[in-house]
T-cell receptor
Framework: DVKVTQSSRYLVKRTGEKVFLECVQDMDHENMFWYRQDPGLGLRLIYFSYDVKMKEKGDIPEGYSVSREKKERFSLILESASTNQTSMYLC?????????????????FGPGTRLTVL | KQEVTQIPAALSVPEGENLVLNCSFTDSAIYNLQWFRQDPGKGLTSLLLIQSSQREQTSGRLNASLDKSSGRSTLYIAASQPGDSATYLCAVRRGTGGFKTIFGAGTRLFVKA
């Protein structure tokens, strides 16, 4: 079974702190994603990565950065946390898309990190 | 811009009832559509994935349909059980491939024993 793990289930930080959220997957997936989930808004893509050291901005990248030094690990960084970044953060991974992957073209999610910024 | 809407936002049904959850999307040029389940405070679990060329997918008591022309998908749950209580999310991957998936806000389902 695919396993996606996130470093913390719950995290409380203060405004202005630098915050690292870590995500690790064990299935050799090329793609990794960071989403945030807020009530009534669904999941919104922050950043994604399709290969080591490669990254692309999602729909709401402002205030965030990412790092992917190894294939299995994708980190989300809040350079200076703010109260409006209080949210549930979800990491996901998937195989690289393409005709051979159509049957397995799904994202596997971690359990989430609930971040509170005071 | 693709938008995904799920109605209703919440639904409460007695155990044993058959039910339908609805998902609509504004751009019919999709690559695939996926239904996920999310338990409170947890991540998402994939239930069914429908490719753009398919009309439906089935898994156990679940059946998902896709009508691209009308921009609609439904998730049918037969003989609902209290263990089905969760939030169900619909997600659409855009037709040009790539990686962006647009999620609906979800329908929160309560199945009463």
């Amino acid at each position: 079974d695919v396993k996606v793990t996130q470093s913390s289930r719950y995290l409380v930080k203060r405004t202005g702190e630098k915050v690292f959220l870590e995500c690790v997957q064990d299935m050799d997936h090329e793609n990794m994603f960071w989403y945030r989930q807020d009530p009534g808004l669904g999941l919104r893509l922050i950043y994604f990565s399709y290969d080591v050291k490669m990254k692309e901005k999602g729909d709401i990248p402002e205030g965030y950065s990412v790092s992917r030094e190894k294939k299995e690990r994708f980190s989300l960084i809040l350079e200076s946390a703010s109260t409006n970044q209080t949210s549930m953060y979800l990491c996901a991974s998937s195989f690289n898309w393409g005709p051979r992957d159509r049957a397995t073209d799904t994202q596997y999610f971690g359990p989430g990190t609930r971040l509170t910024v005071l | 811009k693709q938008e995904v809407t799920q109605i209703p936002a919440a639904l409460s049904v007695p155990e044993g009832e058959n039910l339908v959850l609805n998902c609509s999307f504004t751009d019919s040029a999709i690559y695939n559509l996926q239904w996920f389940r999310q338990d409170p405070g947890k991540g998402l679990t994939s239930l069914l994935l429908i490719q753009s060329s398919q009309r439906e997918q089935t898994s156990g008591r679940l059946n998902a349909s896709l009508d691209k022309s009308s921009g609609r998908s439904t998730l049918y749950i037969a003989a609902s059980q209290p263990g089905d209580s969760a939030t169900y999310l619909c997600a659409v991957r855009r037709g040009t491939g790539g990686f962006k998936t647009i999620f609906g806000a979800g329908t929160r389902l309560f199945v009463k024993a």
